[in-house]
């Protein structure tokens, strides 16, 4: 589904570079739940918006079913995020002036899907998430963790490849937190979609089934989390990962 290979990317101001990633390589499998977990500073937003497309690598490939969007133009990567990718945010970026139904809806609105048909997959939808009694409300009328539900099921409604989650918890109190962790983990091993959380919490973290560490640009771990039991992957390097893949080990 995803696959992240020798990842290099250093920010230019002027004449001084500052490196932020070093030599990632890791793969995510089709219907995984994924944290990238790290401190501030560590990498991780920017190896998110690497792997949505949002931003080019230095160097280094990612390709997501197959594809490498590093080799796509802003008209192919704008498309293909429209298809192939869903986003959950911290903030949860819904539009105050839209209903809940409406605000799900949105992404469909950019395929020409029709009224009907959006209207049908929205409420499907919003009564998986548990908010079949929401849909004419509008976002000021809901709590956080109800916000954050609508953000999970528009990140849903085009049926996309993978689900990238920014510290989806971020803005939640602790129990709150947690009833969206148990959606996620819910959604992931029912219906099969592939989730990709970032993370700077190891609470949250260790109820993925992978957690990938990040620490000062560079991969120092690949361990197991609690929705999977065995033993926990040995730490390897970047350029050991890379290594392995391509002798088949």
Known sequence: MLEVRQLS?????????????????????????????????????????????????????????????????????AEFRRTHIGFIFQSYELIPHFTVRENVELPLVFHGVKPSVRKEKSMKLLSQVGLADKTELFPSQLSGGQQQRVSIARSLITEPAIVFADEPTGNLDSKTEQEIIDLLIDLNANSGITFVIVTHEQEVAMQTGRIIHLKDGELTEDTRGRAITGPAIPAVSGNEAFMNEEQGT
């Not at 230019?12 to 793969?27: A, D, W």
């Not at 918006?49 to 080799?71: D, R, V």
């Open 9 to 77: 990317h250093t920010f230019q101001n002027g004449t001084e570079q500052t490196p932020v990633l070093k030599e990632i390589n890791f793969r995510v499998d089709k219907g995984e739940m994924i944290s990238l977990l790290g401190s501030s500073g560590s990498g991780k937003s920017t190896l998110l918006n690497l792997m949505a497309g949002l931003m080019k690598p230095t160097e280094g490939s990612i390709l997501i079913s197959g594809q490498p969007i590093e080799k796509m133009n802003e008209n192919q990567l």
